[in-house]
């Protein structure tokens, strides 16, 4: 069973028949689950023997949808934690410290939506969490925060795709680029159409493809359909800047 059906299934459980009653509608708890392995993914951290990924995730809410969680609040936190650590566990990725995650009132959040902050907190660093650094967040409608320029790290047979200043994402076979939550790389900018190009993997080497996209894609500033990356080019998705590297 997949890690998001067990979610749906435990959380079930762990509310007995209240469960369809008070999520048929708004914001549904695996909306949360999906928010926090797609967050796991987009915020790695790679070192030179593991991929560190954040433990802890601040979700701000509406107070409608809070109101409507109700008493299944610490079931769902709970339940939540536990598809973070069997993610990390499935894909080999490193927690550095015991798995939080934290509910908060917003009142500029919309009901449906949500915004989500994470970070990586040692355990060392649970009795002073003042200190941590300000997690980077996805926000409104759960889209990933995006800045102008990212990382694009790709290596057969392993895609590591990643943010500027250390977060990425592996993946192990072909990528869509673009706005849609589906999408396995997000970006939140309005020259990006929603799906906007595809990254795939063809024995060694690695081609980028537009999907008709509005904006166009670019290599090293020149329009492409399809193209052959290699080590080092310069990928243009509308108005975001990306960097393209093949690690072996």
């Given at each position: 069973m997949s890690i998001l059906k067990d979610f749906e299934r435990r959380l079930e459980g762990a509310v007995e028949?209240?469960?369809?009653?008070?999520?048929?509608?708004?914001?549904?708890?695996?909306?949360?689950?999906k928010a926090v392995q797609r967050y796991m993914g987009n915020y790695q951290q790679v070192g030179v023997s593991d991929i560190t990924v954040?433990?802890?995730?601040?979700?701000?809410?509406?107070?409608?949808d809070l109101d409507r969680f109700g008493g299944y609040t610490e079931a769902l936190q709970r339940e939540l934690a536990e598809v973070v650590q069997r993610t990390a566990a499935e894909r080999?990725?490193?927690?550095?410290?015991?798995v939080r995650i934290e509910f908060e009132e917003a009142d500029h959040v919309r009901v449906g939506t949500y915004e989500l902050r994470g970070k990586v907190e040692a355990r060392h660093s649970a009795e002073a969490r003042g200190a941590s650094s300000e997690p980077r967040g996805e926000q409104g409608d759960g889209t990933a925060a995006a800045s102008?320029?990212?990382v694009l790290s790709v290596g057969p047979p392993t895609a590591v795709v990643g943010h500027a200043g250390g977060a990425a994402t592996r993946l192990t076979g072909p990528a869509t680029i673009g706005r849609l939550p589906e999408c396995d790389v997000r970006l939140d900018?309005?020259?990006?159409?929603?799906?906007?190009?595809?990254?795939?993997?063809?024995?060694?080497?690695?081609h980028i493809e537009d999907l008709d996209s509005t904006n166009g894609?670019?290599?090293?500033?020149?329009?492409?359909?399809r193209a052959e990356l290699t080590h080092g080019d310069q990928l243009e998705l509308g108005s975001v800047a990306l960097s393209f590297r093949l690690e072996q």
């Amino acid at each position: 069973m997949s890690i998001l059906k067990d979610f749906e299934r435990r959380l079930e459980g762990a509310v007995e028949g209240f469960f369809a009653r008070a999520f048929r509608s708004g914001l549904q708890p695996v909306e949360l689950a999906k928010a926090v392995q797609r967050y796991m993914g987009n915020y790695q951290q790679v070192g030179v023997s593991d991929i560190t990924v954040p433990n802890v995730f601040r979700f701000s809410l509406a107070s409608a949808d809070l109101d409507r969680f109700g008493g299944y609040t610490e079931a769902l936190q709970r339940e939540l934690a536990e598809v973070v650590q069997r993610t990390a566990a499935e894909r080999d990725w490193t927690l550095k410290g015991p798995v939080r995650i934290e509910f908060e009132e917003a009142d500029h959040v919309r009901v449906g939506t949500y915004e989500l902050r994470g970070k990586v907190e040692a355990r060392h660093s649970a009795e002073a969490r003042g200190a941590s650094s300000e997690p980077r967040g996805e926000q409104g409608d759960g889209t990933a925060a995006a800045s102008k320029t990212q990382v694009l790290s790709v290596g057969p047979p392993t895609a590591v795709v990643g943010h500027a200043g250390g977060a990425a994402t592996r993946l192990t076979g072909p990528a869509t680029i673009g706005r849609l939550p589906e999408c396995d790389v997000r970006l939140d900018d309005p020259s990006v159409s929603r799906r906007h190009a595809r990254l795939e993997p063809s024995g060694s080497r690695w081609h980028i493809e537009d999907l008709d996209s509005t904006n166009g894609t670019r290599v090293n500033g020149e329009a492409v359909h399809r193209a052959e990356l290699t080590h080092g080019d310069q990928l243009e998705l509308g108005s975001v800047a990306l960097s393209f590297r093949l690690e072996q």
